[in-house]
């Protein structure tokens, strides 16, 4: 209604008043473009862009005279983000601002990019942001500003971060995104664009009822020194549950400070006497984990309950052992109750020591002194890698046969946990893997047969194992893996039964194809491949098949392979990595013809960031407004009337 409204107001004055009020005003922000249109005939003209004086005299004037509509616009991509921003002040004036983004979205493809533009991070970058508003679907287009985000802040252009921020849906990433824009703008003494980004973040946080955005904000609220908007965020969380998770994280961050006190005082606060045990040992890592190893040991004595106070001291004594203070590491293994894992520490312990030292004597000296199965054990596999490592392959054999009967003759109950059963078989499978170390020996000294026999030898160990779970899939990957890398593509390929999982299935098999194309049978490693564009998991295939084809130089088969590759969810990130592989072998302008056989436009903006994450690493980092565009037409200003 108001533009017709205004529409007969115009009409009425300027017929029967005469008023020739300027209807329009035209502004040209810049005199630079990344494109080469064919139907562009300015491409040749100079000039300068226009002055933020020259931008509100004319503006100015045209409201003198009369006006009410000012459009800002530039020929091709933003390429001056800072005149739009510099525009702001300008909504003070009673005009109506509107940015018009003249002909990138049809024509970007009209002609092929020069080459300083392929040699540009920045251009690449403002394509990705063009690939990232055509983005029709709400998460795919959420998750490529949550990467945009990531890049404008980490440059220090914390307006267009900020705008990509607001464009993410998910709670979870949205925080995440806004919380990245107020660390780095922290770092860089923005403290403006700090307090706004973390209030953005707090405010998408506290309704989302989510503990793991809970705890990534105190840490957040810890790390800028803001211990008191942690405690307070705490306080405004909506369930009783969620409170009191979040004030364990806020005790945690306290003790890694040395506030220990504090910390304990928040416990008692906020939790019951039920929660006590648990909460003291999740403060007592917290210190471990800062290297407050004395605050850790005298929580976890406070600690009732002999399975919690073990597990606290089993982190403490792992986290002195990784720190080298060995001797405090095994007086803490000793405390513990459980005998299992007292075990385990105690060989960690021993094994730690022994490669501090790193000699022949030491190992064999530790091997006659080790006194349980896991402490010989370990140290027998130090002294297996050193055996590899002398390419003495009958001695390594002898030790992995009895070590196998060491376990065989000490059995121990299964271990469950969430990433599956962990029992004898799996590490006997485990000790027997190391006939791949020997196969790779007796390869390279041409013993062909022997190298065959080991590697069956190896693959009946991981079929034998009992236990499903997520050891048997890693060290069933690693043989099969390392059975394609001796040659034996075809041998690895029926071997890819072992798998029970698609996840490892389409790891493996990408790796298989993979493995073909760089051996040179690049037809076989593709139909192997066309198998990882079906199911759930083909990500984890997909890319190292485009890149082995990449690194065959194999780029004709590549242009068909990239439409078969669905670009759903995160799978978009594989051709991020793509673009990255390209522009490192100097195949930018290759990259640049190939964006038209990506499937979809939150593929084609990981594309664009993967060439600018490369681009960028390349060159030295250079204020995030500077431009290295040609100039296509000078920019101009006026005022016309009707």
């Known amino acids: 209604m108001k533009p017709i409204l205004f529409g007969i107001k115009y009409v009425l004055g300027y017929r029967l008043l005469a008023q020739h009020a300027p209807l329009i005003c035209g ?4 005199n630079r473009c990344n494109l080469r249109c064919r139907h562009c005939k300015l491409a040749a003209r100079g000039g300068k862009d226009l002055s933020f004086q020259e931008i509100t005299s004319v503006i100015d004037a045209f409201y003198q005279q009369g006006g009410s509509f000012t459009m800002q616009t530039s020929i091709g991509n933003t390429l001056a983000p800072e005149k739009h921003v510099m525009l702001h002040p300008l909504s003070s004036r009673p005009v109506i601002a509107a940015l018009l983004i003249g002909c990138a979205s049809f024509a970007e493809a009209q002609q092929p990019a020069g ?49 990509s921020a607001s464009e993410v849906t998910e709670p979870q990433i949205r925080v995440y995104s806004f919380s990245r824009i107020a660390k780095l703008a922290h770092e860089k003494g923005d403290k403006a664009t700090c307090d706004k980004a973390l209030q953005v973040a707090r405010e998408v946080a506290i309704p989302a009822e989510n503990t793991q955005t809970d705890s990534h904000m105190i840490r957040l609220y810890f790390e800028l020194n803001r211990p008191e908007e942690a405690t307070t965020f705490a306080a405004a969380l909506p369930t009783l549950f ?31 006497a039920s929660w006590r045990d648990g909460s003291y040992a999740s403060i007592a890592r917290a210190s471990a984990t800062a290297s407050r190893f004395d605050q850790a040991i005298a929580l976890a004595a406070k600690i009732d309950k002999a399975n919690v106070r073990d597990s606290a001291y089993d982190y403490i004594a792992e986290k002195l052992i990784d720190a080298e203070r060995l001797d405090e590491g095994k007086a803490i293994a000793l405390r513990i109750q459980d005998e299992r894992k007292r075990s ?52 390594a054999e002898a030790l992995m046969v009895s070590l196998v009967k060491l376990v065989e003759d000490s059995p121990r109950e299964p271990q469950v946990s969430k990433f599956g059963t962990f029992d004898d078989s799996l590490q006997v499978a485990t000790i027997k893997a190391g006939y791949m170390e020997t196969a790779r020996l007796l390869k390279e000294a041409g013993d062909e047969a022997g190298a065959r026999d080991r590697v069956a030898k190896a693959i009946a160990a991981a079929k034998a194992i009992k236990s499903p779970g997520l050891g048997k899939m890693l060290l069933s990957a690693r043989l099969v893996r390392a059975q394609a890398e001796l040659g034996d593509p075809e041998g690895a390929q029926a071997n890819t039964s072992l798998f029970d999982t698609d996840l490892m299935l389409a790891s493996a098999k990408g ?30 295939g997909t890319q190292r098949v485009a890149i082995a084809l990449i690194r065959a130089k194999r780029f004709d088969k590549l242009a068909e392979y990239l439409p078969l590759i669905p670009a759903a969810g995160h799978d978009v990130r594989t051709f991020r990595k793509i673009a990255h592989e390209l522009v490192k072998s100097g195949n930018a302008r290759l990259l640049d013809s190939l964006l038209g056989s990506i499937p ?43």
């Not at 959420?142 to 990531?150: C, E, P, Q, R, S």
């Not at 790796?511 to 066309?530: H, T």
């Not at 664009?608 to 250079?622: D, I, N, V």
Request: proline letters at 3%; a neutral charge; charged letters at 25%.
């Open 115 to 163: 080459d300083e533009q392929l040699m540009s991070s920045a251009w690449w970058l403002n394509r990705a942001v063009d690939y990232a508003k055509q983005i029709e679907d709400l998460p795919a287009r959420g998750n490529a500003h949550y990467n945009l985000t990531y890049v404008f802040a980490q440059d220090g252009d914390f307006v267009r971060a900020l705008q």
């Open 600 to 642: 979809s436009n939150a593929a084609r903006t990981q594309a664009c960031l993967g060439a600018y994450s490369q681009l960028r690493a390349e060159t030295r980092p250079r204020h995030p407004k500077t431009s290295t565009f040609m100039p296509t037409r000078s920019p101009s200003c006026r005022i016309s009337s009707t």
């Open 242 to 272: 969620q409170r009191r998770c979040t004030y364990r994280n806020v005790a945690d961050e306290m003790a890694k400070q040395g506030r220990i006190d504090d910390a304990i005082a928040v416990i008692g606060r906020h939790h019951p």
């Open 511 to 540: 790796d298989l194809a993979a493995s073909y194309i760089l051996s040179g049978n690049v037809d076989k490693g593709l139909e192997l491949a066309q198998e990882l564009t079906e199911g759930q998991n083909y990500a984890y």
């Open 27 to 30: 502004l040209v922000l810049t």
């Open 344 to 395: 385990d520490r105690l060989a960690d312990h021993l094994s730690a020591s022994v490669k501090l030292e790193g000699t022949t004597k030491s190992i064999d000296a530790a091997m006659a002194a080790a006194a349980t199965r896991e402490e010989k054990t370990s140290i027998g596999m130090l002294k297996f890698a050193q055996l590899i490592e002398q390419r003495d392959v009958e001695k």
